[in-house]
């Protein structure tokens, strides 16, 4: 916040006094951020209780402190594009926007604040089949254009994409209640990467890749912990591999995919290659079970992804599933346990702990157990919690209220259990859809906040002594999405890395992906892979071995 600091001088000997204040043409919009999204409490920092509260500070409590300020990122971006479409959203077919007549519609709000930002439409079967068969029309064209051409398009969305970085970032926080780092420094970035990285297996397609021809129509069905990201995951290799989509966005999280169409027609792309309709969670299943959809790339729950399983047998249909995970954080007393702790945090405070990949199960050496439990809980006291577009605050809101109920109840169901809660932050709001950083220790191999996928910013605490119960602890689910194991002993880790069933499993890391490395899981954690030449293969009439 730019303030204007006005000093008074006084005799010496005494502590000089600083005013914050703010411009008029600044005041409104972070007062609006301060009281809608939480009224300054008691454990708030002192330079945000002057700013709300309009009282001094001195510079004194500023360095007793050393706690971060209010660093509000303006929406004024999201608000104009917002408004230029009366906040009132059809879908993105053919290269245009429709509004079926009759429709329903589902209003999105902030989940941070509770505001309106929205409304979309909630499709029916003839929308379904409009978006179809234009793709399906489009995809006699695309499919016939060189590789190069094709990787000429998508260069030039990749390019948009980051013109347009700052829109994407503000609407993907706002939308989903991330926080805006994440979205501007992780999600948007890596959308570019995947764009870039397909670009080059579309110009690379006919050497690389000689005899390997698209599929169809690509129905994908996308989720709303990475609305922008994971629908880049499906759409990149489709199109790259000369195939046309149609996308269904999560119910909460539409805006995103929308602004991302909008712009791929900016971009230049034909029309009909990207198409996007809005619905309901059954919405899903139509698109999935057209019969002029070849192929099903689908990212969500455990649950839907056996209802799709089903749904497509016997068709003929391609299906490619990212599903759910539990995945093991293991810590060995060979590890750097500083690094350690600030690992856990990445692993299962990003994004709220909405991750599939959530390192949500602590498995750690009993010898070192006590001190890494307390270390942890001493980082979780730092942890700032509070609005999604504030540059300064490490975790924001849960998607939606239905979401942060099925968090709690879960937690609470440990806790009947005689498990141990610990809950605690640095700072929380009062007001919107926020939980806190969760520890959950006293907690057995078949407790169920242990074998369920909480989805929420929940971590379990299990101890092992040795690294075969610690590789039996780690397998002991029905998910085998991600994994990680901490230790400075190298031969070590990758004994038990590679003991581990789970799709991907990194050692001294946790959550990182890059464009060229497939993503995916074994068990109910799903089937094929994201990223890398895998995912192409799964694009096209031919599999990659």
């Known amino acids: 916040i730019r303030a204007a600091m006005s000093t008074r001088s006084k005799s010496r000997g005494q502590d000089s006094t600083v005013t914050l204040e703010q411009p008029p043409s600044k005041q409104r919009k972070v007062s609006d951020i301060v009281t809608k999204a939480a009224p300054v409490e008691s454990?708030?920092?002192?330079?945000?209780?002057?700013?709300?509260?309009?009282?001094?500070?001195?510079?004194?409590?500023v360095f007793e402190t050393l706690e971060y300020g209010p660093a509000p990122e303006s929406s004024a971006v999201v608000d104009k594009w917002l408004d230029e479409h009366d906040r009132a959203f059809g879908h993105f077919i053919n290269g245009q926007w429709v509004k079926p007549e009759g429709r329903k519609t589902y209003t999105t709000r902030n989940p941070a604040t509770g505001t309106m930002l929205a409304t979309t439409t909630q499709g029916e079967q003839e929308d379904v089949d409009m978006a179809v068969s234009a793709a399906r029309k489009?995809?006699?064209?695309?499919?016939?254009?060189?590789?190069?051409?094709?990787?000429?398009?998508?260069?030039?969305?990749?390019?948009?994409?980051?013109?347009?970085?700052?829109?994407?970032?503000?609407?993907?926080?706002?939308?989903?209640?991330?926080?805006?780092?994440?979205?501007?420094?992780?999600?948007?970035?890596?959308?570019?990467?995947?764009?870039?990285?397909?670009?080059?297996?579309?110009?690379?397609?006919?050497?690389?890749?000689?005899?390997?021809?698209?599929?169809?129509?690509?129905?994908?069905?996308?989720?709303?912990?990475?609305?922008?990201?994971?629908?880049?995951?499906?759409?990149?290799?489709?199109?790259?591999?000369?195939?046309?989509?149609v996308l269904k966005p999560a119910t909460y999280t539409r805006l995103s995919a929308l602004l991302f169409a909008e712009v791929c027609t900016e971009a230049g792309l034909p029309p009909g290659v990207f198409n996007v309709v809005t619905g309901n969670g059954a919405f899903g299943s139509l698109l999935a079970g057209h019969d002029d959809v070849d192929k099903v790339a689908f990212t969500g729950?455990?649950?839907?992804?056996?209802?799709?399983?089903?749904?497509?047998?016997?068709?003929?249909?391609?299906?490619?599933?990212?599903?759910?995970?539990?995945?093991?954080?293991?810590?060995?007393?060979?590890?750097?346990?500083?690094?350690?702790?600030?690992?856990?945090v990445d692993a299962i405070w990003f994004n709220q702990g909405q991750v599939c990949s959530a390192g949500s199960r602590l498995l750690v050496q009993e010898n070192i157990a006590e001190k890494l439990v307390h270390k942890v809980k001493e980082r979780m006291g730092h942890l700032r919690v509070g609005d999604s577009l504030d540059k300064a605050i490490d975790m924001g809101a849960i998607v939606d209220p239905q979401q942060r109920k099925s968090v709690d109840e879960l937690v609470e169901k440990a806790r009947e259990e005689g498990a141990e809660v610990f809950q605690t932050c640095a700072c929380m709001p009062s007001h919107g859809c926020f939980y806190?950083?969760?520890?959950?220790?006293?907690?057995?191999?078949?407790?169920?906040?242990?074998?369920?996928?909480?989805?929420?910013?929940?971590?379990?605490?299990?101890?092992?002594?040795?690294?075969?119960?610690?590789?039996?602890?780690?397998?002991?689910?029905?998910?085998?999405?991600?994994?990680?194991?901490?230790?400075?002993?190298?031969?070590?880790?990758?004994?038990?890395?590679?003991?581990?069933?789970?799709?991907?499993?990194?050692?001294?890391g946790h959550n990182m992906f890059d464009a060229a490395s497939g993503f995916g899981g074994y068990r109910e954690s799903g089937f094929g892979r994201d990223g890398g030449k895998e995912v192409s293969a799964l694009a096209t009439h031919c599999f990659y071995n």
């Not at 749904?311 to 350690?340: C, I, M, N, Y």
């Not at 610690?470 to 004994?495: H, K, P, Q």
């Open 43 to 61: 454990h708030a920092h002192p330079v945000a209780k002057s700013i709300a509260n309009s009282k001094k500070v001195t510079v004194a409590d």
């Open 301 to 344: 729950s455990t649950e839907v992804g056996q209802l799709l399983r089903r749904l497509t047998a016997g068709s003929g249909k391609r299906l490619s599933l990212e599903l759910g995970g539990k995945s093991p954080f293991v810590v060995f007393d060979s590890a750097d346990l500083d690094s350690a702790v600030e690992g856990v």
């Open 138 to 245: 489009a995809f006699d064209l695309w499919s016939k254009l060189p590789g190069h051409v094709r990787a000429r398009h998508m260069y030039s969305i990749a390019r948009h994409v980051q013109k347009h970085m700052r829109l994407f970032a503000v609407l993907e926080s706002m939308d989903n209640g991330k926080p805006i780092r994440e979205s501007r420094d992780a999600d948007v970035p890596l959308v570019a990467r995947h764009m870039y990285h397909h670009s080059g297996w579309a110009q690379l397609m006919n050497t690389e890749m000689e005899g390997w021809d698209p599929i169809g129509v690509v129905g994908a069905i996308v989720p709303w912990n990475f609305p922008l990201m994971l629908m880049a995951w499906k759409v990149c290799p489709a199109l790259a591999m000369g195939n046309t989509v």
């Open 436 to 508: 806190p950083p969760t520890l959950i220790t006293n907690v057995q191999p078949v407790s169920i906040v242990v074998q369920e996928e909480v989805f929420g910013p929940v971590l379990t605490v299990l101890t092992f002594r040795t690294p075969k119960e610690a590789i039996s602890l780690a397998n002991n689910t029905r998910y085998g999405l991600g994994a990680s194991v901490w230790t400075e002993n190298f031969n070590l880790g990758l004994e038990v890395a590679l003991s581990i069933k789970a799709g991907s499993c990194w050692i001294n």
